[in-house]
T-cell receptor, first 118, second 114 residues
């Protein structure tokens, strides 16, 4: 079963539109962390945010905001007033303990490609 | 200064060859990883090392052998390359193995096997 689901394969918007990228996760652990990474066309992966399972406060950083809801196992990412430079593939990831070592294992969703046109 | 670097950036080779990808991090991190990203952008962990010790081996074929000569380096050697090995390989590092440590990724190595 998919542990991290990003149902939107690709989203196209016009500059200045708001856009929300969905992420639904699955875990039996009570302690876990969720991450968002950005992969621009240049290819590198850039860390955006981390959220722990005990903190359901929404977070805002400039035009970016994240909504974490444990009740629906979702960690959605909204970009307000999108810009062309936001065009990238965005990955949601779940950090949970590996079953036999207890150490971190990062499981990525399949990514959402965001295309922002001028 | 690049935090996590990989060489080469591109690698084109024929089936059956043996190749290596090098990774270095200058962040002072204890933990390093190798990931494989396929043509559909699916990103999956292959290995993780902590203080030069193998922690996770995610059912990767024996043809893939990581080597960590020190904490700052984690190289990936691939024997008898196959067409299905074509992918982008990312090295990453983190402060340690705790769940909350974010991982810093290298620029990736695009491997093409012909």
């Amino acid at each position: 079963a998919q542990k991290v689901t990003q149902a939107q394969t690709e989203i196209s918007v016009v500059e200045k539109e708001d856009v929300t990228l969905d992420c639904v996760y699955e875990t039996r652990d009570t302690t876990y962390y969720l991450f968002w990474y950005k992969q621009p066309p240049s290819g590198e992966l850039v860390f955006l945010i981390r959220r722990n399972s005990f903190d359901e406060q929404n977070e805002i950083s400039g035009r970016y905001s994240w909504n974490f809801q444990k009740s629906t196992s979702s960690f959605n990412f909204t970009i307000t007033a999108s810009q062309v430079v936001d065009s990238a593939v965005y990955f949601c990831a779940l950090s949970e303990a590996e079953w036999d070592t207890g150490f971190q294992k990062l499981v990525f969703g399949t990514g959402t490609r965001l295309l922002v046109s001028p | 200064d690049t935090a996590v670097s990989q060489t080469p950036k591109y690698l084109v080779t024929q089936m059956g060859n043996d190749k290596s990808i090098k990774c270095e991090q200058n962040l002072g991190h204890d933990t390093m990883y190798w990931y494989k990203q396929d043509s559909k952008k699916f990103l999956k962990i292959m290995f993780s090392y902590n203080n030069k010790e193998l922690i996770i081996n995610e059912t990767v074929p024996n043809r893939f052998s990581p080597k960590s000569p020190d904490k700052a380096h984690l190289n990936l050697h691939i024997n008898s390359l196959e067409l299905g090995d074509s992918a982008v390989y990312f090295c990453a590092s983190s402060r340690g193995l705790a769940l909350d440590y974010e991982q810093y990724f290298g620029p990736g190595t695009r491997l093409t096997v012909t």
